[in-house]
């Protein structure tokens, strides 16, 4: 490769998140003088066809609109995208673009529940879409990975980073234990040594809140810049990426677009995924629960705020403390983004995937206060309101079309139709760990969902 041509990092996973914050990094990045970095952008399912076929007619460029708590909003036109991997059925431009040896990251957000982890963190074989993917298809990461890296492996063997970029603990160590197991299972020795050898897998922490896109966007672009795009992303202002500097292949300088690089990203990890990611879902279940439809609403009904703000206070912050971090005002920070009401974040979005939530977000705080010998009352009252949250879906209740990657439907509807419907779920190790033995975590969770029952069940105004 001539040293003057562009590195590229090929992102998996063509979602709004990714084009509104590591694609606006790689943005900046290149309205500096530094060496140049293009973003390859490709999915593996082909839901994203639509949204990558508008890309491809822009050239890759779309328009991210940013907005702050006091409704200022600023357009950017993004141009880090410079090259759309059209979809197909095999993955066969994806592998060509993943073995190229000017490709140096590979960077993935496929959600929580897309890397098949059972309770233990470890990769669960028995999930339908492994299995397939053990025959040798592709519907998840490891297999989509095991097909470029086959074909690195094959056209020259250069190192290359794979950098999970999603919402989940130690995200590039489970990461990587997952696609190991998985490689033993398919029995690939000659893949397995090379990954081991020459990748690595950082740990990130990436925040900034992103709903889906809404139809009011496009006009709003259209008024302030005269693009008419057909592919625009809207977030908050907030941003931030924490990255491990551990890069198997080099770099580019994302310390000089404000990204913090680190030795251990643990102590932002661990702050944003319980008092960020699990004090959404709370407002997101309970908002639910009482019939709003956005996350500001939610947040700005006061029962809900207390919530989300006893459980961060009560049990969250003596768990992770001591901290290099300001846990207090990172609690109030947060609690202020989402009382924006300009973001329109829908409950139905922050809902999701609710039983990859419980275990990766809440359980290690509920263990932790057992372990202090402290009772989690606050932190109880998360999977309490998921549990009814799970009743109304499993009766139809829902306002909206619950998503969840690890739901298997027959399976719940058969557990919620039961008499002994908390007990069995109170009892569920994959969401609970060594706790769904505990018969005074049962005995709580029991108390708690009979105290939002009353609740749960009297509409909230809404402020609009």
Known sequence: MNAASPSVWLHIGAGSFHRAHQAWYLHRLLQLDTPRWEIALSNIRDDAVPLLDALAQQNGKYVLETVTPEGEREYEKITSIKHIVPWDAEL?????????????????????????????HRLDPRHPDIQADLRGEARTIYGALRRVLQARVTAHGQPVTLLNCDNLRHNGERFREGFLAFLRLCDDARLLAWVTQQTTSPNTMVDRITPRPTADIAPRVLAATGFADRAPVMGEA????????????????????????????????????????????????????????FIHQSTQTQVIKEMAWEYVTQDVIPSLSPSPLDLQAYRDVVLARFANPYICD??????????????????????????????PRATALLPALFFLFLQRWHRGELPYAYQDGALEPESWHDIMEKPDALAR?????????????????????????AALGEWANVPQPVSE
């Not at 592998?95 to 059972?118: C, K, M, P």
């Not at 080099?250 to 319980?274: H, M, N």
């Not at 779920?425 to 969902?449: H, K, N």
């Open 92 to 120: 066969r431009a994806m592998v060509t673009r993943g073995a190229d040896d000017a490709t140096r990251v590979i960077s993935f957000t496929v959600t929580e529940s897309g890397y098949y982890l059972d309770s233990d």
């Open 238 to 293: 907030f941003i931030q990426w924490v990255v491990e500097d551990n890069f198997a292949a080099g770099r580019p300088a994302l310390e000089k677009a404000g990204v913090t690089l680190v030795d251990s990203v643990l102590p932002w990890e661990e702050a944003k995924i319980r008092i960020l990611n699990a004090s959404h879902s709370c407002i997101a279940w309970a908002g639910t629960l009482v019939g709003q439809r």
């Open 425 to 449: 779920f109170a009892a569920d190790e994959t969401l609970f760990g060594p706790l769904a033995y505990d018969a005074a975590f049962a005995t709580l969770l029991t108390e708690r969902v």
């Open 346 to 375: 829908t409950n139905q979005r922050v809902a999701a995937d609710g039983l990859s939530k419980i275990p990766g977000f809440i359980t290690p705080t509920l263990t932790e206060c057992y372990a202090r010998g402290e009772t």
